[in-house]
């Protein structure tokens, strides 16, 4: 990339210029992400159906609120599935944001029950009622890499059984504030979660996720979305020039 950059600074007027210097950085980055900017297509299948995936703390519940509102309000009728059985208020967490976002969930009644039974439940319940988008949040406690694997790789049996062709997406979503840890996330889910596209919380903080070059660059997965807070409007379609305008530190006019 620095050779690039250097090879392409030869054609400025001015060489000492660190704003047009700025503006080459950004076209330089934008290239590399630009073909990975992609909207998640949501196909004519019904139930769709879209596994969130992401270790705790992610945003990945926050994400999930924020698409069902979006989906709702392009007229598809949205169902989910707290499958984060495990996770101590991961699912009170889940029923708040689909209360706001005014959809319906399939939840457990007690902790610990199998996120594959609930998996099974609500794409029953999503098969039965003619829901168009059927959204299922998963655990993410990669520090048990073993269990979570065999809960996910069961969970993705579960729903195949029901739907060969499911899932027909499973998004990985990404912290901006990790930096290089995002890459060993990415290896950990890509084995067990058939990756298919990424997402990427908390760019409102002082993190400027950086890190989105480097895996596009080894992954050339699709980034779909950018979270910018935490209200429920606060989820953007990725646009490659003004991310790499933002990180670079050129004002958007």
Known sequence: MIETLK????SLTEKDDPEALKQLLAETLSEILTPRAKALEITDKKPFVLVMNGVNGSGKTTTIGKLSSQYK????????AAAD????GAVEQLKVWAERANVPIVAPEKEGT?????????????IAEGYDILIIDTAGRLQNRHDLMEQLAKLFRTIK???ASAPHASMLVLDATVGQNAFSQVDAFKETAEITGLVMTKLDSSAKGGVLIGLADKY????HYIGVGEGIEDLQPFNATEFCNLLVGIEQS
């Open 220 to 223: 050339a997965l699709p980034i």
């Open 161 to 163: 059984k029901q739907d």
């Open 7 to 10: 090879e392409k600074a030869k």
């Open 114 to 126: 199998d996120p594959a039974t609930i998996t099974y439940k609500a794409h029953e319940k999503a």
């Open 85 to 88: 059985t495990y996770r101590a």
């Open 73 to 80: 309000r392009n007229g598809k009728k949205v169902l989910l």
